[in-house]
């Protein structure tokens, strides 16, 4: 089992910044792929951004240039700095981690962007 746990969510005006941050716990051996997904009221789940362990980076267009996100091994951790948010960036964003196949996600964290 993987536990993830967010942070970093919160209330910000259009064109400000966040950081969100996501810490793994477990049985974290063999994590792969991390990233940040995101829900919207009514909407689908998206794709923000994803990382392999070996610093491979997949962005949606709808964020590319204005998020980047990183990773700490060492401290199993990943990160996703926002910049220039945009009232449409609004929604939850959830941790994903992928351990040989099996995803586990975390509860999330609520990012607002107001305009």
């Known amino acids: 089992q993987v536990q993830l746990v967010e942070s970093g969510g919160g209330l910000v005006q259009a064109g400000g910044s966040l950081r969100l941050s996501c810490a793994a716990s477990?049985?974290?051996?063999?994590?792969?792929?991390m990233g940040w997904y995101r829900q919207a009221p009514g909407k689908q789940r998206e794709l923000v951004a994803t990382?392999?362990?070996?610093?491979?980076?997949n962005y949606a267009d709808s964020v590319k240039g204005r998020f980047t996100i990183s990773r700490d091994n060492a401290k199993n951790t990943v990160i996703l700095k926002m910049n220039s948010l945009k009232p449409e960036d609004t929604a939850v964003y959830l941790c994903k981690a992928v351990q040989a196949t099996w995803p586990y996600w975390g509860q999330g964290t609520q990012v607002t962007v107001s305009s």
């Open positions: 477990g049985s974290i051996f063999s994590i792969d792929v």
């Open positions: 990382i392999t362990k070996r610093g491979n980076t």
